[in-house]
């Protein structure tokens, strides 16, 4: 079992940057690769980016670039840094846990709470 949550969420004007951070408590998140998604009102969730239990990504094309996923093992903690944001970028994004680095949500069986990421003209 894992539990997520997420955190570094805010409101920020186009161009600047953010960090999220996904607090993971269970003894597997170490070995689980984890996810980054955002979504919005009326809209399927969305990939964004992943990483595997030892460090390979992967990115969504409109992040590619910009974004950055990473994770801390031994603190039970996964980040996505967020450059150079859009005002496309605003969503809710949302960090899952799951047996294998996918783009597929379905793949992922646990998900946080998700933050809030504003971005302003």
């Known amino acids: 079992q894992v539990q997520l949550v997420e955190s570094g969420g805010g409101l920020v004007q186009a161009g600047g940057s953010l960090r999220l951070s996904c607090a993971a408590s269970?003894?597997?998140?170490?070995?689980?690769?984890m996810g980054w998604f955002r979504q919005t009102p009326g809209k399927e969730r969305e990939f964004v980016a992943a990483?595997?239990?030892?460090?390979?990504?992967g990115y969504a094309d409109a992040v590619k670039g910009r974004f950055t996923i990473s994770r801390d093992n031994a603190k039970n903690e996964g980040y996505l840094q967020m450059n150079s944001l859009k005002v496309e970028d605003t969503a809710v994004y949302v960090c899952?846990?799951?047996?294998?680095?996918?783009?597929?949500?379905?793949?992922?069986?646990?998900w946080g709470q998700g933050t809030q990421v504003t971005v302003s003209s």
């Open positions: 899952a846990a799951g047996a294998v680095t996918t783009t597929n949500p379905d793949d992922y069986a646990y």
């Open positions: 269970g003894r597997t998140f170490s070995r689980s690769a």
């Open positions: 990483i595997s239990w030892i460090g390979i990504t």
